[in-house]
């Protein structure tokens, strides 16, 4: 924590916040492109969308790895190998000569994001006491939340005016820039390395998934991050197929519907001065039906437009602002003592959802039809699940 004494109360916040976006930008810079890539491999749409698919399942898993490395041997090396491996593989990914060359580096690209997550939030940990760690995590999730908004338009113009190959070279470029900042910045804030327990962290994590309520909410939070990635990935099909919209347009409308999850986080913070989060929540994941019941009867009909799109998806948009950080909210609330494992554990979750739903969809012959369907799914799921687990008391631990 001294060390970090050493940095200006900008630099230190702002690398951190700069290596969380690049994690970020990594699989939604993308998903414009996904159609460009299809087409580049001649392969099926499913095999491009098993970029996202296979991304995050690495991402999901190799967690448990480097959050046990962090600990043993230190938050700066695990990053800076993360960023290391990160940024080799951005280039292994922009010079893929086939489609499984591409497929093994993205997984490889996942495992550099994961050590950078773990160590980003350990360092935060490390030199914050409960209080400030909440105040930091809230300032990066603001910061990294526009990001939606800005990394499929810059994917979308890449794609249109390079190539697909040209988002890999920005995020190398990026986890370079980084690589560098943190060897001069970033210092070591772990001293008591021994401390680390394999047997402990397991028993930890066996006993959270043990308890019904926090694992239901885990997984309403995973239901509802399903259907972004769902929406990201299978949105650009239905524009090509449908509208023929090009990859620049479609970054700009996949877009469109970052505001309204910004207004529904908004919105959350203020409901919260009479609400509980638990009642929040509620409200959130039932909007999120809505939109989904919106998307779904919209495609039945046959009124589907690039407006009622980003229309229906918006309100889904407005209920995970509403939701998500409700639903940690309730899920942490009586893990006073593992909440470190707890968060993990919703986060593996969350990556999960989005795995599974990505693949669900990847499965269809038709994304285009299909996803409507895959939407309203999710926000079901969502809404069941939480309001399933409000039927279990909660284990309070000292």
Request: proline share 4%.
């Amino acid at each position: 924590m001294g060390d970090q004494s050493r940095l200006s109360r900008a630099v230190f916040p702002a690398l951190l916040a700069g290596t969380l976006s690049v994690v970020t930008m990594s699989t939604l810079l993308l998903t414009p492109s996904l159609p460009d890539i299809s087409k580049a491999f001649g392969t099926l749409p499913g095999n491009a969308q098993s970029l996202v698919t296979l991304y995050l399942l690495a991402f999901a898993i190799s967690q448990l790895v480097f959050g046990g490395t962090c600990d043993q041997i230190g938050r700066r090396p695990t990053l800076l190998g993360g960023l290391t491996l990160f940024g080799i593989a951005s280039v292994a990914c922009a010079f893929a000569p086939t489609m499984a060359f591409l497929q093994i580096a993205r997984i490889l690209q996942a495992c550099g994001a994961s050590a950078i997550v773990v160590s980003v939030y350990a360092i935060l940990r490390d030199t914050n006491d409960a209080e400030g760690f909440a105040k930091a995590g809230s300032t990066l999730a603001i910061i990294t939340g526009s990001i939606p908004a800005i990394a499929p338009m810059i994917g979308g113009y890449l794609s249109k005016t390079v190539s697909w190959r040209g988002n890999f070279v920005i995020m190398a470029l990026l986890a370079t820039s980084l690589l560098v900042l943190t060897r001069l910045y970033i210092r070591e804030t772990i001293h008591a390395k021994s401390r680390f327990n394999f047997v402990t962290l397991f028993r930890n994590y066996a006993t959270l998934l043990m308890e019904p309520r926090f694992a239901v909410q885990a997984i309403a939070a995973g239901a509802v991050i399903g259907g972004l990635y769902a929406y990201n990935a299978g949105v650009p099909f239905m524009l090509t197929d449908l509208f023929g919209v090009d990859a620049t347009r479609v970054g700009f409308v996949t877009g469109l519907s970052v505001p309204a999850f910004l207004a529904g986080s908004y919105l959350g913070r203020i409901a919260l001065k009479r609400l509980t989060p638990e009642r929040v929540a509620q409200i959130g994941t039932l909007t999120c039906v809505a939109g989904g019941l919106l998307f779904f009867a919209l495609a039945r009909g046959n009124l589907l437009s690039i407006s009622s799109i980003v229309l229906s998806f918006s309100l889904f948009a407005l209920g995970m602002g509403l939701s998500i950080p409700n639903i940690m909210a309730s899920a942490l609330r009586f893990q006073q003592s593992s909440a470190g494992a707890g968060t993990a554990v919703l986060g593996l979750a969350q990556t999960f959802g989005g795995a599974l739903f990505t693949f669900l969809l990847s499965l269809t012959a038709s994304p285009t039809s299909n996803l409507p369907t895959l939407i309203c799914v999710c926000g079901f799921v969502a809404a069941s699940a939480f309001n399933v687990s409000l039927l279990f008391k909660g284990a309070k631990r000292p």
